[in-house]
């Protein structure tokens, strides 16, 4: 039995019990439940942006059917920092779960309110703040938290006390030993809770296959300084509006050389705007203008931050490259930034992006040429640091793709933890422990995709991805009959409308084969004697033989759609 060693077998009542709901199998949409007997904490509730292969998709976000029946259960929900892939699903989950008590940071408190600013018609969270100072009770767990360095400030690990053992659940993190405007993570805080015995550490993998230790920010800052000395120009930098810590550096930098600094994109105004009420956003008087005033300075005056690091179609970055923005085009002394990493499934649009920076702008920077971006993950050294710090008897790795999981249960391995106590949990797999061992169960939560398009949550199935997908690929083929209710014969010619699929105009000895034989069909179906018609069986027919025609055609399947009207 995997993880089993002599005692109780893990699996009964009394035994801790861990289920990710998200997170294990992607880096984002992180949600993970730890359930004791009758109690139940959820460590974040986040949501994870779509696949270039799930169109018209605004995000996807965690299934939580396991937890509906079991709500009041819910002791409460622990929000490790102020990043959407860690609470953006709370607005459209929070009501179904029974509104329980959040508790979260300051900054990260600020940040989940923005957001519900724009979902007014549902229950306010109640949310309490948290510090590392704060001992939370919870049912059978006792939470605390320490401080961890991330590249948004105020974030926490969390230490769940429970009737089973201790539990470290490090949230994103990283070890900084120069951070930029906080305190270095408290990694004596994290060696006493070792020393006092760790049961399970469920530690993030997000940067498992990367060799080292992260660049400090401090490093960064020196880095990024030497573009705003010899810039001729503007400088135009483009982050996440969630880097708080990133925004912080070129803000300052700005106001050391003389420049203003213009915010274009909605998510980065919100930020910056929730971060400076809270004090984490340290800005002078007069250096935050309005775009609309750039002109009124020198271009070695300016400097733009914004959103659209990720080559999103509609963000300022990809509008002002595309002389689409209102205020700002792109000049010849202009220095272009990318200060972020490429999230995985976005290389080709961050890279058209830089094609036509590079066409444009006097200088394109980004941090595969210089270190001019840090990520907020720990890489293979400070994983094992980590490991080490806490020594834990079982070893969960989370927040990442399954390689990255298996790589850090590598590490975790060669650190020292027993390969039978390392379990790797994919979404919806239930891990069972107690003190003599660990294993995963049979039972499994659901884990199917919950897609949020437009106001709509969950009503979008993957039938419905898979035509959309269709419809992208192959184009639609719409076929409109009027049949006479007497005869049974086709009273005109069929219409035809097509949509991504053939240019009507210059494939008219196609069309007219294809009404000859709707014709054929229709009619053979309807002239007869057999009353009343079977008018479903008519359309599929015309669906299928037309369908196949056209690929017999054209090598290409268009969702062919008919239409019998009866007149």
Same mark, same amino acid.
């Given at each position: ?24 199998? #992607?880096?984002?949409?992180? &949600? ?117 360095? $991330? ?38 805080? =994290? ?12 530690? #993030? ?37 969630? *880097? ?15 420049? !203003? ?20 956003? !340290? ?8 775009? !609309? ?26 509008? =002002?490259?595309?002389?689409? $923005? ?72 989370? $927040? ?9 249960? #590598? ?53 419905? =991805?898979?035509?959309?997908? $269709? ?9 409109? &009959?009027?049949?006479?209710?007497? &005869? ?72 062919? *759609? ?6």
């Amino acid at each position: 039995m995997r993880g089993q060693s002599h005692g109780p077998i893990p699996g009964s009542r009394g035994d801790l019990r861990f289920i990710p709901l998200g997170g294990c199998g #992607e880096v984002q949409r992180s &949600t993970y439940v730890y359930e004791y007997n009758d109690d139940i904490v959820i460590i974040d509730m986040g949501l994870q942006f779509p696949d270039e292969d799930m169109p018209g998709i605004d995000y996807l976000i965690a299934n939580v059917e396991y937890l509906k029946p079991r709500k009041k259960n819910i002791r409460g929900i622990i929000i490790t920092h102020g990043h959407y892939d860690h609470f953006g699903a709370i607005p459209h989950l929070l009501d179904s779960l029974g509104n329980p008590p959040i508790f979260a940071t300051a900054l990260t408190r600020g940040m989940i309110m923005k957001r519900q600013e724009d979902f007014k018609h549902l229950p306010k969270p109640r949310i309490e703040l948290i510090t590392t100072e704060s001992k939370v009770r919870l049912g059978n767990f006792l939470a605390e938290f320490y401080h961890i360095n $991330h590249n948004i400030p105020d974030s926490v690990g969390v230490v769940l006390r429970t009737p089973v053992g201790t539990v470290v659940h490090t949230g994103d993190f990283k070890f900084d030993p120069q951070p930029v405007s906080e305190a270095t993570a408290d990694l004596h805080r =994290i060696a006493e809770i070792g020393h006092q015995g760790v049961l399970l550490l469920v530690s #993030e993998s997000t940067d498992a296959d990367s060799p080292g230790h992260q660049i400090s920010e401090t490093e960064v800052q020196k880095t990024i300084e030497e573009i705003f000395k010899v810039a001729p120009g503007r400088i135009i930098a483009a982050t996440f509006a969630s *880097l708080i810590t990133r925004l912080q550096q070129l803000i300052w930098l700005s106001e050391k050389y003389g420049r !203003k600094v213009a915010l274009e994109g909605f998510s980065i105004k919100q930020n910056v705007a929730v971060a400076q009420e809270l004090g984490y956003l !340290k800005v002078r008087k007069g250096t935050i203008i309005d775009t !609309k005033d750039i002109h009124r300075y020198k271009e070695s005056e300016i400097t733009i931050l914004c959103t659209g690091a990720q080559g999103e179609d509609r963000a300022a970055l990809m509008r =002002i490259a595309n002389n689409e $923005h209102r205020l700002i085009t792109i000049q010849p002394k202009d220095s272009v930034v990318f200060s972020s990493s490429v999230i995985p499934g976005n290389e080709n649009s961050v890279q058209r992006l830089k094609d036509t920076l590079y066409k444009r702008a006097g200088k394109v920077y980004h941090y595969a040429t210089m270190d001019i971006h840090s990520g907020g993950h720990a890489k293979q050294d400070e994983l094992t640091q980590m490991i080490k710090l806490t020594k834990p008897k079982y070893m969960i790795p989370i $927040h990442g793709n399954y390689f990255m999981l298996k790589i850090h249960s #590598e590490l975790a391995e060669k650190a020292g933890i027993p390969k039978e106590r390392i379990i790797i949990a994919e979404d919806g797999e239930i891990v069972s422990m107690n003190r003599e061992g660990i294993r995963k169960l049979k039972e499994r939560a659901p884990t199917d995709y919950v897609m949020v398009d437009g106001l709509g949550v969950g009503d979008v199935k993957e039938v419905v =991805i898979r035509d959309r997908q $269709h419809l992208a690929e192959d184009g639609i083929f719409v076929i409109i &009959t009027i049949v006479d209710a007497k &005869t049974g014969k086709v009273k005109t010619s069929p219409d035809i409308i097509s949509r991504g699929f053939i240019y009507l105009k210059e494939s008219q000895e196609l069309l007219r084969e294809v009404r000859k034989r709707t014709r054929t069909i229709v009619e053979g179906l309807t002239t007869g004697p057999t009353r009343p018609i079977d008018w479903n069986y008519v359309k599929d027919e015309v669906r299928e033989k037309i369908g196949q025609f056209l690929f017999n055609k054209t090598a290409r399947r268009p969702m062919v *759609l008919p239409v019998v009207i009866e007149v």
